[in-house]
């Protein structure tokens, strides 16, 4: 039976999911805020990594290599449905340390994680090198770095490419894309939900909510959780420089056009997502520490953009036990979690298993009696 969705959020998360339930010949339609929206999405790394998600939360690691598995199979399909090259590349990657403590630290709690289950134990392969044996993923590595850990499983592309792809997929298969319609109350119905906007209202049997640090306001219209604060990210680009085969660091990745994208910060200043000197020099030190050919690279662009973070920064997937055939979707990796969120997580939502099928991501983790039992 063909079933209506209403997406509050035309982001990455809210794409992905919207994809999977068109697939499936649902009918969906797309609310999404303004050009002056926060957008995640648009200001992101572009990495789909899997080493260290998951740390305390095993489930999360889980999710994050079925994701990286699926990865493959869901660019191919989006680029051959587009025509869009996703310039998704999974040649593995490396976190670098920069002391003896750090790589300490990491190795602890990548066993730590290999530890928490069996399925953790066979799959997450990870391996601690130090800077020489590094230099063959990293040609040009400096001296002031220590080492790393590699891991086949993660990769990297081009996040503005994956948004566009998902967008003319969406709408090549009917998607009814609402741009402007910036949702200020959500209201359960007989049969249903409706949305009011700044250009009308909308309807439909089922609502998902993907409006990222929008769904704190509305989450709990619906008795959803609304767990989700800004973090802020800088992030820093170099001109075009010569192609090396690389692999990419959460640091700092060579991306397909050649430039250098560098920045993993995270700051807590609520939602000013402005650019700050002592920041961008921070990062362009550390860049050079890593690479010391950049020394001379000019940079040609720099923006801030804030992380959608939960309390504990795992994912947030729930059903509204008051509305039913309601969702709330919240990620901090919504690139690395494409895959799973276009896939299994759409499927999920269709046949209304998530509070069963991904009970552990929950909001109900954050509430006072969960944190305090
Ligand atoms: C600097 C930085 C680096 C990152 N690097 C990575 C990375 O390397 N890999 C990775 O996996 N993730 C990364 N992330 C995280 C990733 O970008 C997010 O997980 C993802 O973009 C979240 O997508 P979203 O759709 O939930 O939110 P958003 O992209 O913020 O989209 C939310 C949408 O909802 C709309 N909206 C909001 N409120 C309303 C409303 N009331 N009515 C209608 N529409 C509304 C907005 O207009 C927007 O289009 C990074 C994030 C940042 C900031």
């Given at each position: 039976?063909?079933?209506?969705?209403?997406?509050?959020?035309?982001?990455?998360?809210?794409?992905?999911?919207?994809?999977?339930?068109?697939?499936?010949?649902?009918?969906?339609?797309?609310?999404?805020?303004?050009?002056?929206?926060?957008?995640?999405?648009?200001?992101?790394?572009?990495?789909t990594w899997v080493q260290?998600?998951?740390?305390?939360?095993?489930?999360?690691?889980?999710?994050?290599?079925?994701?990286s598995?699926?990865?493959?199979?869901?660019?191919?399909?989006?680029?051959?449905?587009?025509?869009?090259?996703?310039?998704?590349e999974h040649r593995g990657g490396v976190d670098?340390?920069?002391?003896?403590?750090?790589?300490?630290?990491?190795?602890?709690?990548?066993?730590?994680?290999?530890?928490?289950?069996?399925?953790?134990?066979?799959?997450?392969r990870w391996q601690?090198?130090?800077?020489?044996?590094?230099?063959?993923y990293?040609?040009?590595?400096?001296?002031?770095?220590?080492?790393?850990t590699w891991s086949p499983h993660d990769g990297h592309?081009?996040?503005?490419?994956?948004?566009?792809?998902?967008?003319?997929?969406?709408?090549?298969?009917?998607?009814?894309?609402?741009?402007?319609?910036?949702?200020?109350?959500?209201?359960?119905?007989?049969?249903?939900?409706?949305?009011?906007?700044?250009?009308?209202?909308?309807?439909?049997?089922?609502?998902?909510?993907?409006?990222?640090?929008?769904?704190?306001?509305?989450?709990?219209?619906?008795?959803?959780?609304?767990?989700?604060?800004?973090?802020?990210?800088?992030?820093?680009?170099?001109?075009?420089?010569?192609?090396?085969?690389q692999l990419p660091t959460?640091?700092?990745?060579?991306?397909?056009?050649?430039?250098?994208?560098?920045?993993?910060?995270?700051?807590?200043?609520?939602?000013?997502?402005?650019?700050?000197?002592?920041?961008?020099?921070?990062?362009?030190?550390?860049?050079?520490?890593?690479?010391?050919?950049?020394?001379?690279?000019?940079?040609?662009?720099?923006?801030?953009?804030?992380?959608?973070?939960?309390?504990?920064?795992?994912?947030?997937?729930?059903?509204?036990?008051?509305?039913?055939?309601?969702?709330?979707?919240?990620?901090?990796?919504?690139?690395?979690?494409?895959?799973?969120?276009?896939?299994?997580?759409?499927?999920?939502?269709?046949?209304?298993?998530?509070?069963?099928?991904?009970?552990?991501?929950?909001?109900?983790?954050?509430?006072?009696?969960?944190?305090?039992?």
């Open positions: 039976m063909q079933q209506d969705f209403l997406i509050i959020g035309g982001g990455v998360v809210g794409m992905a999911v919207a994809y999977g339930l068109l697939r499936a010949g649902c009918r969906v339609t797309v609310l999404d805020g303004s050009d002056d929206s926060l957008r995640a999405s648009r200001g992101n790394a572009g990495l260290g998600k998951g740390a305390g939360m095993p489930a999360y690691a889980e999710l994050s290599f079925e994701a598995l699926a990865w493959p199979d869901f660019a191919a399909e989006l680029e051959e449905r587009t025509g869009l090259d996703l310039e998704y670098l340390c920069f002391n003896q403590e750090e790589a300490e630290a990491r190795q602890r709690e990548y066993s730590a994680i290999q530890s928490t289950s069996p399925y953790l134990a066979r799959q997450f601690y090198l130090d800077r020489t044996s590094l230099a063959s990293l040609p040009g590595l400096g001296e002031g770095v220590h080492g790393g592309c081009n996040p503005l490419y994956l948004l566009r792809a998902l967008f003319s997929a969406n709408l090549g298969l009917g998607l009814d894309y609402r741009p402007g319609c910036e949702v200020h109350l959500l209201t359960p119905l007989m049969n249903g939900f409706r949305a009011a906007t700044t250009h009308g209202t909308y309807e439909a049997e089922r609502l998902i909510l993907a409006a990222g640090l929008g769904s704190a306001a509305l989450a709990p219209m619906l008795g959803l959780s609304g767990a989700v604060r800004p973090v802020r990210g800088q992030v820093l680009v170099t001109e075009r420089l010569q192609k090396i085969a959460p640091q700092i990745r060579q991306t397909a056009s050649g430039a250098y994208l560098i920045g993993d910060i995270q700051e807590e200043v609520g939602f000013d997502r402005g650019v700050t000197l002592p920041i961008m020099q921070q990062l362009a030190d550390r860049a050079v520490r890593i690479f010391p050919f950049l020394a001379h690279a000019r940079l040609v662009r720099s923006w801030g953009a804030l992380r959608v973070m939960t309390p504990d920064g795992h994912p947030l997937y729930e059903a509204s036990r008051q509305y039913p055939g309601a969702y709330g979707l919240s990620s901090h990796s919504g690139i690395s979690l494409a895959a799973f969120h276009a896939g299994r997580l759409a499927e999920s939502i269709l046949q209304d298993s998530l509070n069963h099928e991904y009970a552990k991501f929950s909001g109900a983790r954050f509430s006072r009696s969960a944190l305090n039992p």
